[in-house]
Nanobody, 123 residues
Framework: VQLVESGGGVVQAGGSLRLSCATS????????LGWFRQAPGKEREFVAS????????LYADSVKGRFTISRDNAKSTVYLQMNSLKPEDSDVYFC?????????????????WGRGTQVSVSS
């Protein structure tokens, strides 16, 4: 079971990045997939989640209207399009999968995690 994030980097405030998370090792079609972020010394924070069954999505208030989560089950990949980035969006971003969940925002609900990708937004 693997989740591998990519697409992080350094961008100026107001810019965009698209994160990708490639999944493997099982059929992820029915799993909820989510993105979380974490700064050093802080708790992991929910960013967005997408349902496996009907494509419903859920966002943290801090990113609503700027970030979009999507999934391509044929490619076993989940994406996070991040627009209008702010310096406070700088964090390590993690992809996560939940076996018995439709959609959710709590880290404890997720069973599988990637290693993360760094996003840095300069002012």
């Amino acid at each position: 079971v693997q989740l591998v994030e990519s697409g992080g980097g350094v961008v100026q405030a107001g810019g965009s990045l698209r994160l990708s998370c490639a999944t493997s090792g099982r059929t992820w079609d029915t799993y909820a997939l989510g993105w979380f972020r974490q700064a050093p010394g802080k708790e992991r924070e929910f960013v967005a989640s997408i349902s496996g069954s009907d494509g419903r999505d859920l966002y943290a208030d801090s990113v609503k209207g700027r970030f979009t989560i999507s999934r391509d089950n044929a490619k076993s990949t989940v994406y996070l399009q991040m627009n209008s980035l702010k310096p406070e969006d700088s964090d390590v971003y993690f992809c996560a999968g939940a076996r018995d969940l439709q959609i959710g925002s709590l880290p404890d609900e997720y069973d599988f995690w990637g290693r993360g990708t760094q996003v840095s937004v300069s002012s």
